[in-house]
């Protein structure tokens, strides 16, 4: 069978009037935007006629391509009998190389191939809900339905759709003759047709003839189902039909692994229409493989019960958030299947069509590399976003106070995407004053415009040293990235946490946001998923996780110290790899709390191969062992009897309590098993140890304290038995020097690039008790005047105000979370970007302005393949 290469792409649909819209939300598993309309395809535009939306649809896949449209072949899947009233094919064919109308799928990538390989042209498959000007039945009023699909228990039905989604399929020869980027492959796929009078008993499809086919796909494709790791299906709103496909699949995808493949559907998110709907269904598949991610079936919550075991045996599950797609282990290529069950009415027939298709992301080459390192694959997601990134300058309050004014009038006419790009676009560095605004529609923009006019006059009176507002809108007077002469201070510091605050969930979406790191941060280990602890913080499952599931998930994740250190310090590399990778800011000092030194080392480049880390942690008895799991570190220093391997007692517990630690030493005098292990501030700290003893201390002290669950026995006294075991651990081959001080709570000194100095650093950080304020000030004492902390949480962040604020009366500093447990990646980042500008950081934003998903022909992105 022929290979066939999809070269180019384009849909809309309710209010997504774009591919990058459509994109997003297909990767969120939810219809999105502030102004989704009930008729005409897209809502921005006034509505088109069919044979309109085709042109303009091939229009833009031949220029993106370079191809001459009247050498495009057309085929639509649509309507016949719509398509013969309004003289669409006419129309089409008049400006394309032909047009045929199709009513499904299979049919239509059958014509495709025998135009591929008879005239060697490219072929533009069209699938068009071509009754989309009649508006919607709808109500203002009422609810949509849930954004899930036909295989839930809870599923009442689609949404009504109007829309469009094209591609155009071209031979793999062809795409590399005429330079044009290939999104993926199309490996093979299996075609059923079944026509049945409308008075027959058996009109639909049976499970046999769905799991014949999709074998015979995979096998023709050469590719078998454990390959598979995305399956997009049709979830038809016909029960009997959905049952026929869920079963089918069941048969045709049966091996011994559970929770392997993902379930994806655009029906969840498009709402249904028989023609649209069959090329949407490709298009999400592509898109998926393209960008690597498993999209999301937001509203997803259990199989129908009756069919609850035989979705416990299948390899598939639901991912009810969008989570990335990692390289496999073995280098291969991802592979996706869709499954296009369509079903159309013709005279007295029903007419039934199936197809199974492979597809392939396609393995870019750039300088003979397979997957290099500048393989990006850029996407819209940011740019397309409603959330709007307005940057305000100015030398003085006067000026400030007239941008405000010019903006205001600009709203009356201008969409706020394009008022945020034409103030990024006017950016100037040698500005003294930026006020940032966050809004997502005119109104909120109008809104946070008058609170900015009040905020920055009560700035500069000195009524405040900021202003912001709960959306995020950021302006400061006092830049503490500037200083005299408003010349840059070099002032960066990259705070690293520890490991403690690593959760279920954490930085899911942060590679589809900034896909310029996912290969740099692949490439750190020969298997980045399971560095990253992939499937532990995107637990998979066939029903929706509760609450209570979550926490659980989440303290499960945290019993294990080898697994949330590894996990730790690969994410602190991808918080890292975004600042230098996307935003150009490199850190001028750096320094880690406890594990999130070697996080630091990690995240900096200090390492040739940080990912032997990973085999080492997996391994090492001190941290599966020894200062944790069985303690038997402890056991000994304590004399306690050894347990088999496996068996959890909770000898040692860690508490944060508010005091100091003068009152801890003299309360914990008689103790021999309680330890301060980190001083936070200088009135909160951890105390940890033997849970009774730690009681009985903290009852002396007469305060509150929170156990943290944390069984680990690192920075006390037990732990330097472990000392040389951790030097040895930690010994690895270093790099060349970077410009980054690195500041360590083993000496309050900046360490040297070698490895006998980073793995005795490490050491000896673990195994002491950690001084935050003694590092935070430190820094300060040195020049540090932003800290932006490189992981979960704001921990870090609120420690560095106290103790820069309140012990010190600076308030010419700032601290900057970049993650924040149940808010989005998306807003998270804006709000620390608006920070960032607002204090003198020179950021390069490009990405959040500009991008798209499409790829021109015979761009660098192609360079060498």
């Known amino acids: 069978m022929t290979e066939l290469a999809v070269i180019g792409m384009d849909a809309k649909f309710s209010g997504q009037d774009n591919i990058d819209r459509v994109e997003r939300a297909f990767y969120l598993g939810a219809n999105v935007g502030n102004s989704i309309g009930t008729s005409g395809i897209g809502s921005t535009e006034e509505p088109q006629s069919a044979s309109a939306t085709v042109l303009t649809s091939v229009a833009l896949l031949a220029e993106t391509n370079q191809l001459n449209m009247a050498n495009i072949a057309v085929l639509l899947i649509a309507d016949v009998n719509k398509c013969a009233d309004d003289q669409l094919v006419q129309q089409v064919a008049q400006q394309c190389a032909s047009c045929v109308v199709i009513t499904d799928l299979g049919q239509a990538l059958k014509q495709a191939t025998d135009l591929v390989n008879n005239q060697d042209c490219a072929v533009a498959v069209v699938g068009i809900n071509n009754t989309a000007n009649q508006s919607s039945n709808k109500t203002d009023t009422e609810e949509a339905p849930a954004a899930t699909i036909s295989f839930d228990d809870t599923f009442s039905g689609y949404a009504s759709v109007a829309g469009f989604a094209s591609l155009i399929i071209s031979s793999t020869d062809f795409a590399s003759a005429n330079q044009c980027y290939v999104y993926a492959s199309i490996k093979g796929f299996a075609q059923l047709a079944v026509n049945s009078e409308l008075s027959s008993e058996n009109t639909e499809l049976n499970v046999a003839n769905i799991a014949d086919t999709a074998s015979l796909a995979l096998q023709q494709a050469q590719i078998t189902a454990q390959q598979v790791g995305l399956l997009e299906v049709t979830a038809d709103s016909k029960a009997a039909l959905a049952l026929s496909e869920s079963q089918g699949l069941m048969s045709a995808y049966s091996h011994t692994q559970t929770l392997h493949t993902a379930l994806s559907c655009a029906r969840s998110v498009t709402g249904e229409d028989g023609y649209f709907s069959q090329v949407a269904g490709l298009l999400k598949a592509v898109i998926s493989l393209h960008q690597r991610y498993i999209p999301a079936i937001k509203d997803w919550q259990q199989p129908v019960a009756t069919q609850m075991s035989q979705w416990q045996r299948s390899p ?26 369509a079903h159309s009415l013709s005279e007295s027939t029903l007419e039934y069509g199936y197809c199974h298709v492979i597809l392939q992301e396609n393995k870019v080459k750039i300088a003979g590399q397979v997957h290099p390192v500048s393989d990006v694959r850029s996407n819209g997601f940011f740019a397309s976003s409603d959330l709007a990134l307005v940057i305000v300058q100015g030398n003085d309050e006067a000026q400030l106070r007239s941008e405000l004014e010019t903006i205001a009038g600009e709203l009356v006419n201008s969409d706020i995407k394009q008022i945020a790009a034409d103030c990024y676009a006017r950016t100037d560095t040698d500005k003294v004053y930026s006020a940032v605004l966050i809004a997502e529609t005119a109104e909120e923009l109008s809104k946070e415009i008058t609170l900015a006019f009040a905020g920055i006059a009560s700035v500069f009176n000195n009524d405040a040293n900021e202003w912001k507002t709960p959306k995020g809108s950021y302006f400061t007077g006092q830049p503490a990235n500037r200083g005299a002469n408003n010349n840059v201070q070099g002032g960066v510091a990259f705070l690293y946490p520890g490991i403690g605050a690593t959760y279920v969930g954490l930085g899911r979406d942060l590679f589809h946001l900034f896909p310029q790191i996912f290969q740099p941060v692949a490439a750190l280990a020969d298997d980045i998923g399971a560095s990253l602890k992939d499937t532990l913080l995107n637990p998979r499952s066939i029903t929706r996780h509760s609450f209570k599931q979550l926490k659980q998930l989440d303290l499960d994740l945290r019993g294990n110290l080898a697994n949330i250190a590894e996990a730790g310090v690969g994410f602190a590399c991808v918080f890292t790899k975004v600042f230098e990778e996307v935003f150009a800011v490199k850190a001028d000092f750096a320094a880690g709390y406890s594990m999130g030194e070697v996080s630091m080392y990690a995240a900096l480049g200090c390492w040739q191969q940080p990912g032997l880390m990973s085999a080492r942690l997996a391994q090492s008895n001190t941290f599966n062992h020894q200062l944790c799991g069985e303690l038997r570190t402890l056991r000994q220093h304590w004399g306690l ?225």
């Open 641 to 865: 009897p050894d347990v088999a391997n496996g068996t959890f007692e909770q000898i040692w517990e860690t508490y944060t309590i508010k005091a100091t630690i003068e009152q801890v030493e003299i309360a914990a005098a008689d103790e021999d098993r309680v330890y301060c292990t980190i001083i936070n501030t200088p009135d909160s700290l951890l105390l940890a140890g033997y849970p009774e003893a730690c009681q009985r201390v903290i009852k002396k002290l007469g305060k509150r304290a929170m156990a943290l669950n944390m069984a680990n026995a690192i920075h006390s006294a037990p732990a330097y038995a472990e000392y040389d075991h951790m030097v040895e651990l930690y010994h690895m081959d270093v790099t060349e020097r970077i410009n980054t001080k690195m500041y360590s709570s083993s000496c309050y000194l900046p360490i040297p690039q070698r490895s006998k100095a980073i793995s005795h650093s490490i050491a000896k950080c673990l195994c002491d008790v950690v001084d935050f304020p003694r590092l935070v000030n430190t820094l300060h004492d040195k020049g540090a005047r932003v800290f932006i902390e490189m992981g979960p949480g704001r921990s870090l962040c609120s420690w560095v105000d106290k103790i820069l604020t309140h012990e010190r009366d600076d308030s010419r500093h700032v601290s900057v979370p970049v993650n924040a447990k149940g808010t989005s990646d998306e807003l998270t980042y804006i709000r620390a970007i608006a920070k960032l500008v607002s204090h003198g950081v020179n950021l390069n934003l490009d990405s959040l302005f500009n991008g798209s998903i499409l790829v021109k022909a015979g761009s660098l992105a192609n360079a060498g393949r």
């Open 316 to 341: 598939f599950y639901m991912p009810v958030d969008a989570r990335p797609w990692f390289p496999n282990a073995d280098g291969s290529a991802h592979v996706a299947a869709y499954s296009c069950v």
